[in-house]
């Protein structure tokens, strides 16, 4: 069974950095794509960043693009999200997970076969 781990969240104030761990668990699959999500309060989840996990360039939504890093440790099956220039709207839990794809190409979308973690609170004060 596919469990996923998120770590690293807390509180900062507004222009500091955070990095995120996602560790799975009884999962491993190089055709996929994985990315990390995030829930801020009373909106819904949206992907942020996303990745193939066989090898790629990483793909962001504009609003994080620029601030924040997608990596991956594939012998350690972890995928970190490296944050810069935090911002009080990036206030949310932050989780990861399998997100949709064709191939290669991926999108931020969270496929129908997703296991979410607990997540991880990141919360910015301005």
């Known amino acids: 069974q596919v469990q996923l781990v998120e770590s690293g969240g807390g509180s900062v104030q507004a222009g500091g950095s955070l990095t995120l761990s996602c560790t799975a668990s009884?999962?491993?699959?190089?055709?996929?794509?994985m990315g990390w999500f995030r829930r801020a309060p009373g909106k819904e989840r949206e992907g942020i960043a996303t990745?193939?996990?066989?090898?790629?360039?990483?793909y962001y939504i504009a609003s994080v693009k620029g601030r924040f890093i997608l990596s991956q440790d594939n012998a350690k099956n972890t995928l970190y999200l490296q944050m810069t220039s935090l911002k009080a709207e990036d206030t949310a839990m932050y989780y990861c997970?399998?997100?949709?794809?064709?191939?290669?190409?991926?999108?931020?979308?969270?496929?129908?076969?997703?296991?979410w973690g607990q997540g991880t609170q990141v919360t910015v004060s301005s």
């Open positions: 997970g399998k997100t949709r794809g064709i191939g290669e190409v991926c999108t931020v979308a969270a496929s129908p076969d997703n296991t």
């Open positions: 009884g999962y491993s699959d190089s055709r996929s794509c």
């Open positions: 990745v193939y996990i066989g090898g790629g360039s990483p």
